[in-house]
């Protein structure tokens, strides 16, 4: 047993590193993916040191602590010619006097948050889902195929929505909501994707040795089975945002002062016609965001699965 | 076919109970008691003790979905108490403005982005090409709440006084009035389901001024649902015109269009002939998934163009508590999803012999 492990080892690890090497000379070739994962990158060092360059506090309102500070102000920047006697705000203030430069710099660290948070609890609970009814099969499988096929009967907003009603109004239910409602895709991603996995070689060796269900499902299922489920996961981040957006607009999500940026439109959207920057910018963010996690996803599809990268011909 | 539609209608049973089950859950999963959350805060414990027992609330749950089914087919959706009418009646009202958005933002998805799907395909990795494709990108990523406030504000505000000038909210003009189907055609003395369904009809302001000839409302009408449906048909669009692409290019690395270049086919025929015909069949199953993104579009753009609509009406329902019709509409809104996917995967058996015969 020893020496069997000892000849194995290198071996797997060798196929690993080909593999990962081989996946990240795709993504490096892939433009649109390096165009998502710079934006990414960005954003990722904006999260982390949103308090360093932060020009203002993000959500306490800047009446009494500045001069000549004004509500839903313009954007002013002094190099780009903006009069010296009054206060830098790069994207302007909101409403109640805020600095949206420094909000939207938080609302990145709050949106990637969001992202993973809400897709890793779809993720896990969807695959565990997945996993037990493809492996099983029969009356399981048929329940929770349908019971899925309940929850993708609704549109995922509305029924994100009844979730939050439910639940009641905040950012932790909005994410548990949209967290729910993406179940179903990563429950059908990991069914698919056992289906095929389980009639393989090395699973039908694996149980004649003797290994157990959970065993098999756990070292040899599902390691094999993740490939699809990064990629959705990662498309899938993109629609969590966006959906986390659109619940904290409608003042379902995130609640005041919190700089999220969903809620930052939703308290301004009434004003686009005198202070648009207070759209615009949030707006940006929101569509950079989605954006790099959608090219992201994209790249790493054509990288990831060699069947489709094989019959693809754009 | 006969025997797909039938297969297919009974495969959609067990999701339709599941989506009752749902709604009637919804009700009862809420926080507080359903009394008070039916009739509101004030409602004293003599009219709550009779409210239970008048709705069956003190009876086994089995038995409550039973008679939940039974109102369901009855087409008792129960009684708004924020609005004093039935929750038929606010649906009578406000789906004809959420059908009417639907479907224009639909044929605008459309017929922008099957055209711009083909020609991306047809000169693949040229500039035109890869322009598409990064606006469609932009397109899926950007927020329809976000979208609908930068077209308003681009139309009303920057195009000010230039005849590109459009509405920003509402379904006509103040002061345009539309006359109902029922005072049209002399109907006024129908009653029950068929006087509904005529208010149902009249309130599609396009299709009514359209069969009374009233080309001035029209007109207004359809100006006013330019941006939002713009709005909500971005995204599918987006979707449809990379569909659209993909599936081309998938189809021309099939043999049979190799035989038909090999014969000495023009590009131009192997793509609208031979290739157009196979490749545009996903492209139908995405048309019609993409309803529920309009759907859900729909709530974002009517709170963004304050237009009267499902899901606008969902909302106010949720923050006024008015279970009940976040209920109805909620089922509605299932109900035609449910529907529509139906129909588009027997249109997609009728289009391809290969999945009814599976």
Redesign the interface.
Known sequence: MELADTTLRPTTQALALSRWQRTSRILLRNR?AMVGLFILAILTFVAIFARQLATHDPEKPLIGLEENVKKRADPCIHALGCPQDQPEHYFGTDGNVRDVFSRILFGARLSLIIGFTTVSFAILIGTLIGLVSGYLGGWVDNVLM??M??LL??????LA??IV??L?PGLINALLAIGIVSIPTYARVARASVLVNKEMDFVSASRALGASDPFILLRHILPNSLTPLIVQGTLGI?TAI?EA??LS????GAQHPTPEW?LM??QE?KN??NA?HL??F??LA???T??SF??LGDGLRDALDPRLAR???? | MLQYITRRLLTSL??LL??L??TFS?AR???GDPCRAALGERATDEVCDAFIRREGLDRPIPVQFAIYLGDVLRGDLGDSFRQGRSAVEILIERLPTTIELALLAMIFATLVGVPAGIVS?YW??SAIDVGTMIAA??G????????G??L??TF??IFKDTPLWLPPSGRLTSGVQLPSLAQSLNLQNLSGFSAGFLDFISRLYVFNSLVTGNWKVLWDALRHLVLPSMAVGTIPLAIIARMT??SI??V??LDYIRTARAKGLKMRAVVFQHALRNALLPVVTIIGLSL??L???A??TE??FNLPGVGRT??EA??ARDYTV?QAF?LV??LI??LV?LVVDVLYAFLDPRIRLS
């Open positions: 649109s349908r019971v096929d309940v009967a609704f549109p995922s907003l509305m929505i009844a009603t439910v009641g993109a966006l957006a659109a607009f409608l003042g379902l969903g439109v939703g959207y686009v016609f648009p759209t615009f949030p707006g929101l569509m950079l989605v954006l959608n090219l019959t693809r011909t754009g | 067990p999701v599941g989506i089950f749902i919804l999963l809420l926080p395909a693949r990795n990108n932009i899926v990523s950007t927020p329809v709440f976000v979208l406030l930068l308003e504000y009303a505000i692409r993909s290019l998938d021309l690395g529920g993104g759907l859900s579009g709530v974002l709170t963004v969902l909302f949720i923050t976040v909620t809104i299932a999803y449910v996917n």
